[in-house]
C-alpha cells in the first residue's frame, strides 16, 4: 500500500530540478593514491586518473570526486594540506590537474575536489608563522591556549585519532588544538582573516574550473571559544574503543558560527555558475546540523552523513529513517547517500555474507541508485570488490594503527584498483603498490568484466543509465510501502512517471506483491518475478526489482 499524499516528499519543480545538473545525480569517487599509477612508483597520481577517465565516462555518471592531491606530508594522505593551491608532486603539478579537468570536461563529466578547510598539516606555512611566537601577524590564525596551573591540558577534549586533542608547542608555551592528529592543527575559522585567506583558496580552484567541492568534516570547522570542557556520553550498549566516544562533542565542534561562514563561501561560488558543494558530516546525530548546513539556498547545495557508511548492517528500518529525514519542505537541502568510501569498509563486505557477495554487489547497488538525492560510487564499488585483507605490517592508516585490532580500518578499503587480471599489480603499477592487491581482487578486475556481460561491472552501468534516464529517480519524491520484514519497498514519483522499488535483504524467500503490481513495467531485475516480468509477487533471498508505470 502506498502512502497517502500527506507523507510524500515534494520535489522540485520539473524545470527547476532539471536545470541543476548535479539534482539527482550520479558521482564517481576516486581515491587517486589507488586509482592508476601512470608512473611505477606504486603510488596513483593525476596523469593515472587522466589516463582512467574514459573509463569513468563510460560508466555513465555525471562526474567525478576527486580525493585530495594537495601538497602534504601523507601523514593523514592528504588531508593534512600543507598547501591549499599546491599539487602534492607524488601526484603530478598543476598543469596535470589542468589537463585533467579538460578532459573531464570533454568527457561531459563534472568534476569536484575536496576542501579540508577546518585544519592544516604542521608543516604549513601559516602554522610555521603562528607557532613562532604570540606576536606574529598570525599568532591568532590556530587555537592556541595556555595550560592549566598544573600544566595540564585546557580542558578535556579528546582527538578522533585517539588521546588528548592538545599538544603542548614548547615554542610559544602553549597548547595547540587538533580534532584529529596532532599534526594536523585546527585553524582558527573565528578569525576573519582566516575566513578570507580560505575563501580566497576556494577562488583559486574555482578559477581552475572546478564544478564544486565536497567539504570534509564540516562540523569540525569552529569550536567554542570558551574551551567549556565537553560532557561525558552514555556508555550503555556502545561499544567504545576510543576516548573520543567517551564525550558529547558539545563544544570542540559544531559551533552555530559556521553556518555564517557557509553563507559567506556561498556568496563566493554564486559568483561562478553550476557549482555543486557537499557537506561531510559526521557523529551519532547530524541530520540538525546537515539541514542547517544547507538552509534555504543560502549555504551548501547537500550533505552526507555516515548513516550506511558505518552502518554494520544494512535495514528496512534504517533506510526508512534516513530517507524520510529529508522530506522536502520549503528551504530544506539536498542528500547525498554513499555506501562506501575511502573512509569506510566496503559496503558488502559489512553487510553480506562471503558466499553472497557477488549477488548482494548487484542488489545494494540497486537500491543505491533508488535513494532520492545525490549518490556516491566509490571506485571499486562497481566491480563488487570486498573489504581487502591488509595484514598489520602493511598498514598505513593512522587509525588503524593506533586502535588495532579493535577497528578495521581505513586501508582495506584504500587497496588499488584492479584494471587487468594476472598482469603485475592487477594492472595498478608497474612498481610495488603503496598498499598490498587482494589477491580476491585479481578475478574481479576491470578487463575481466568488460569481457563479461554478466557481469557486476555491466549489471551497474545498466543501472546508471537507467536512473540518468528515469525522471522519478532522479528528481522525484519518494513514499515508503508497508512490506514484510526484510523487505526495502518504496515509490518515487516526478511528472507523470512512478516507480516502484523493493528490495529483499534478507537471506530467505519473501511471499509479497504491492498494489498496482500488475500494470508495472519492470526496468531492472534480480531474482525477482518470471524473467524479470511481472506478476512480481515473490522476492528470493536477496532479491529485487524497479518497475515503473505511466500515470
Known amino acids: 500500500m502506498i502512502s497517502d499524499s500527506k507523507s510524500r516528499t515534494r520535489h522540485a519543480g520539473s524545470a527547476a530540478a532539471k536545470s541543476e545538473w548535479w539534482r539527482g545525480a550520479t558521482i564517481y569517487q576516486i581515491y587517486p593514491r589507488s586509482f592508476k ?5 606504486g603510488v596513483g597520481d593525476l596523469k593515472g586518473v587522466i589516463d582512467g577517465l574514459d573509463y569513468v565516462a563510460n560508466l555513465g555518471v555525471d562526474g567525478l570526486w576527486l580525493s585530495p592531491f594537495f601538497t602534504s606530508p601523507m601523514r593523514d594522505f592528504g588531508y593534512d594540506v600543507a598547501d591549499f593551491c599546491g599539487v602534492d608532486p607524488i601526484f603530478g603539478s598543476l598543469t596535470d590537474f589542468d589537463a585533467l579537468i579538460a578532459k573531464a570536461h570533454g568527457l561531459g563529466l563534472k568534476v569536484i575536489i575536496d576542501q579540508v578547510y577546518s585544519h592544516t598539516s604542521d608543516i604549513h606555512d601559516w602554522f610555521a608563522e603562528s607557532r613562532s611566537d604570540r606576536t606574529n601577524a598570525k599568532a591568532d590564525w590556530y587555537v ?10 585546557p580542558n578535556n577534549w579528546q582527538s578522533v585519532f585517539g588521546g588528548p586533542a592538545w599538544t603542548w608547542d614548547s615554542q610559544r608555551r602553549q597548547y595547540y588544538f587538533h580534532n584529529f592528529l596532532s599534526s594536523q592543527p585546527d585553524l582558527n575559522l573565528h578569525n576573519m582573516e582566516v575566513q578570507d585567506a580560505i575563501l580566497k583558496v576556494t577562488r583559486f580552484w574555482l578559477d581552475r574550473g572546478v564544478d564544486g567541492f565536497r567539504l570534509d568534516a564540516l562540523n569540525f570547522l569552529m569550536h567554542d571559544p570558551a574551551l567549556r570542557d565537553n560532557p561525558p556520553a552514555s556508555r550503555e550498549g556502545r561499544k567504545l574503543t576510543r576516548p573520543f ?11 552555530s558560527g559556521i553556518v555564517t561562514f557557509l553563507e559567506r563561501l ?3 561560488l554564486n559568483e561562478f555558475q553550476d557549482i555543486f558543494t557537499v557537506a561531510e558530516i559526521g557523529g551519532p546525530d547530524p541530520l540538525c546540523e546537515m539541514k542547517a548546513f544547507t538552509a534555504n539556498d543560502k549555504r551548501l547545495n547537500s550533505a552526507y552523513s555516515f548513516d550506511f557508511l558505518y552502518a554494520d548492517k544494512l535495514t528496512p528500518a534504517r533506510t526508512k529513517e534516513s530517507l524520510t529525514g529529508w522530506n522536502g519542505t520549503h528551504g530544506e537541502g539536498w542528500p547525498s547517500w554513499a555506501f562506501s568510501n575511502h573512509d569506510a569498509p566496503r559496503a558488502v563486505s559489512r553487510w553480506a555474507r562471503e558466499q553472497d557477495r557477488d549477488r548482494a554487489a548487484r542488489l545494494y547497488a540497486m537500491l543505491l541508485i533508488s535513494l532520492r538525492g545525490n549518490i556516491f560510487i566509490y571506485q571499486g564499488e562497481e566491480l563488487g570488490l570486498p573489504q581487502a585483507e591488509v595484514p598489520f605490517d602493511a598498514l598505513q592508516d593512522p587509525e588503524a594503527i593506533a586502535n588495532w585490532p579493535l577497528t578495521l580500518g581505513r586501508d582495506g578499503a584504500r587497496t588499488p584498483l584492479p ?10 603499477s608497474s612498481g610495488r603498490p603503496w598498499l598490498p592487491i587482494d589477491p580476491r581482487h585479481d578475478d574481479l578486475a576491470v578487463d575481466v568484466q568488460e569481457a563479461n556481460q554478466s557481469s557486476v561491472l555491466h549489471f551497474v552501468r545498466k543501472l546508471i543509465g537507467l536512473r540518468r534516464e528515469s525522471g522519478a529517480l532522479r528528481y522525484g519524491s519518494i513514499a515508503f510501502e508497508k512490506a514484510p520484514g526484510g523487505v526495502i519497498a518504496f515509490s518515487r ?13 534478507r537471506e530467505s524467500e519473501t511471499v509479497w506483491e504491492p498494489d498496482n ?11 525477482a518475478g518470471h524473467d524479470g516480468a511481472p506478476p512480481l509477487d515473490k522476492l528470493p533471498a536477496l532479491s529485487g526489482y524497479i518497475a515503473r508505470e505511466i500515470i
Open 419 to 428: 584494471w587487468r587480471r594476472g598482469a603485475l599489480n592487477s594492472g595498478f
Open 266 to 268: 556561498r556568496s563566493v
Open 493 to 505: 514519483r516526478f511528472e507523470n512517471e512512478r516507480v516502484a522499488c523493493a528490495f529483499n535483504i
Open 245 to 255: 566516544d567517551y564525550q558529547i562533542h558539545k563544544y570542540s565542534m559544531s559551533h
Open 37 to 41: 599509477d601512470s608512473n611505477g612508483d
Open 517 to 527: 503490481g500488475g500494470r508495472l513495467s519492470v526496468l531492472a531485475a534480480l531474482g
Open 144 to 153: 592556541w591556549a595556555d595550560p592549566k596551573d598544573d600544566g595540564s591540558p
